[in-house]
């Protein structure tokens, strides 16, 4: 009998702490139901003590799903606890997740904590947590830079207190395989009443070591990995999902465990986080990436078309490849489309919102002949954006470009509801836009990316454009969709400068 593996997804908390991929609650729920399909153990919701949107994102997540444990983060303080119990009440099963830093560095530095008030503080959180559900998560933050001693001390007392789970961040990204390996072993060694707990992991890719690491602990006894769809997580990311479970699944000869996911739910839930953050996939990321499962020398592709398994490891279907199929089309009707859109896991609440949705995916077949899934599910991401563009709307916009001309752009805009329009030239269409924008405008924003991916293949498919945004420190992220790629371009920029227009008062976990 193999053991279970669980897994503890964390791109709507962690994932969402990347520069740029904020979330709105809408997005965060369509994300979970895709977690709840692969299916997923724990879906980490957010941190609802952060702002009056976190919390309500994380209790529209716990109302919507049913099969997976909806969890939420809470620094060791009651107030943040209380703020997550609150969040979590309709959830299905919950699970609260409580952290304080155990590192030398982190509790004199950053607390300005003795060691003793740290475990106390701590030993408090599980217990107040305890009190809304049985279910109870506890990380020693920076563990991978915390003393052995210290650790196994702190974690001796929060299983005295009732945590039944301990999870192991390794915060920074520091440690390497064999070490972080051996570290879990000791711990679950050491700890008197470690049989109480299931061991988990968390470990960020500063170094690129995120997997490794985490596969490193699960052969030394971690029976959890936290991690997130295409490794998104805060600066070089999480754990990559994907990574993980096809690494543990792939090599049943050598780890003794396996998670339950649906794999081929992968790729789709990939493409949905991808296209909803707008932070492509690279091509040649593993499992995920356009190239998984390319074969570009011609040995390669004679091996693959003699026997499969010369050079592939994986069959691509078992990670939900095959999925990409043409669904709907010009003549697709309501049901059709409504239908379709379920099983993508977008539910309309309102008659409206469907019918909405079903003059935009008019609108999409006139131009495209075959829609497909990614095109449907960048219809919805489309009107998600357009309704968070609160202070500035795309009204109207012209471009010329022609040989021996200098490009040039005229935009009208809504903006704080009046109309306002501006032109400008530029080296080439996008950039005589951007400017007839920030004539209106005026954001004094740095532009830091702009990308330009097509969702489907051929010349007719919709261009996915993400752009960021910096001014004084503050980073963000706009998308836009469209078949013309200037007006994508427009519409992610524009959805940039609404987000940075609006104050943030959010606070993130870890400061
Ligand atoms: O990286 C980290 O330490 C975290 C904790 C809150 C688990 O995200
Ligand atoms: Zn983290």
Request: net charge negative; glycine share 8%; charged share 25%.
């Amino acid at each position: 009998m193999k053991d279970k593996l669980i897994i503890f997804d964390t791109t709507l908390r962690d994932g969402e702490q990347s520069p740029g991929a904020s979330m709105t609650k809408d997005e965060k729920v369509r994300i979970a139901k895709a977690l709840e399909r692969l299916r997923v153990d724990v879906i980490e919701a957010g941190f609802p003590r952060a702002s009056r949107g976190d919390f309500d994102s994380v209790q529209a997540v716990a109302r919507e799903i049913k099969d997976s444990i909806v969890c939420g983060l809470a620094r060791a303080l009651d107030a943040d606890i209380d703020a997550t119990g609150e969040a979590l009440k309709e959830a299905n099963a919950a699970r609260i997740h409580t952290f304080i830093a155990t590192s030398p560095i982190h509790m004199e530095k950053k607390l300005r904590m003795s060691p003793d008030q740290v475990v106390t503080q701590a030993v408090a959180a599980v217990k107040r947590a305890r009190g809304y559900t049985n279910d109870v998560e506890f990380s020693p933050e920076d563990a991978g830079r915390s003393e052995l001693d210290f650790l196994c001390r702190i974690i001796e007392a929060v299983i005295a207190a009732g945590a039944t789970t301990i999870n192991i961040p390794d915060t920074v990204g520091y440690n390497v395989p064999h070490q972080f390996g051996e570290l879990i072993r000791k711990l679950i060694e050491r700890v008197p009443n470690s049989d109480r707990a299931v061991f988990s992991v968390h470990c960020h890719n500063d170094l690129g070591l995120a997997v490794a690491n985490s596969l490193a602990a699960v052969l030394n006894g971690a029976r959890q990995v936290e991690c997130t769809i295409n490794g998104l997580g805060e600066r070089a990311g999480n754990a990559s999902l994907e990574e993980v479970v096809m690494a543990v699944r792939t090599r049943q000869d050598i780890f003794r465990c396996d998670s339950s996911l649906d794999t081929t739910q992968i790729v789709p839930c990939s493409r949905l986080v991808s296209s909803i953050t707008g932070f492509p996939v690279q091509p040649n990321k593993a499992i995920v990436g356009a190239n998984a499962f390319a074969h570009e020398s011609g040995i390669h592709q004679d091996g693959v078309l003699k026997s499969r398994e010369t050079y592939e490891i994986m069959r691509a279907e078992d990670v939900g490849w095959s999925t990409n199929r043409m669904v709907l089309g010009k003549h697709s009707g309501r049901n059709a489309f409504r239908a379709r859109m379920e099983q993508l896991g977008v539910v309309f609440a309102a008659e409206e919102d469907l019918n909405a949705a079903f003059a935009r995916f008019k609108d999409l077949a006139d131009k495209k002949h075959e829609i497909y899934d990614e095109d449907l599910q960048a219809l919805v991401t489309e009107a998600d954006l357009e309704a968070e563009n609160e202070n500035l709307q795309l009204v109207a916009m012209k471009v010329c470009s022609e040989t021996g001309e200098i490009p040039c752009a005229s935009v009208t805009l809504m903006y704080n509801g009046a109309e306002c329009s501006g032109n400008a030239e530029g080296g080439g269409p996008v950039d005589a836009t951007f400017k007839a924008i920030e004539s209106i405008v005026n954001s004094q924003t740095e532009l830091q990316l702009y990308s330009v991916n097509n969702i489907t293949s051929g010349t007719d498919a919709q261009g996915e454009v993400t752009v960021r945004l910096e001014k004084g420190g503050r980073i963000v992220n706009g998308q836009g969709s469209d078949t013309d790629i200037v007006i994508a371009s427009a519409k992610a920029y524009i959805n940039a400068l609404n987000k940075i227009i609006v104050p943030m008062d959010r606070a993130h976990p870890q400061v």
